[in-house]
């Protein structure tokens, strides 16, 4: 499937061309690019703006996936055992404002 990232308005598949997934994390700040007139000179200067509220599809630290499914990693509190894996659902690191599927 295809998305558009509402805060950074970038497009992507959630699946690469070798079919590994794909995980969306919008850039530290947009760039509007300088302007130059025939001779070189600069019109208008570049501008970089921070971006707020970015989209960080990573999973969060803590899970894990084994054989397509997702456990959280619980350790035991004497230390004396390894820690267990608890079913759990996938959260990702910053919905940021959101996704829109496009394709
Ligand atoms: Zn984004």
Not at 71 to 91: C, F, G, N, Q, S
């Amino acid at each position: 499937m295809k998305f558009q990232c509402i805060t950074c308005s970038g497009t992507y598949s959630d699946t690469q061309p070798d079919g590994t997934p794909y995980f969306h994390g919008c850039p530290s700040e947009t760039v509007q690019p300088a302007v130059f007139d025939a001779t070189g000179k600069v019109t208008v200067a570049e501008v970089r703006t921070p971006l707020a509220n970015r989209r960080d599809e990573r999973i969060k630290p803590g899970l894990i996936i084994q054989d397509g499914k997702v456990y959280r990693e619980v350790a035991d509190p004497t230390h004396d055992k390894p820690p267990t894996l608890d079913p759990a659902v996938v959260e990702i690191i910053s919905q940021g404002k959101g996704r829109t599927q496009i394709a």
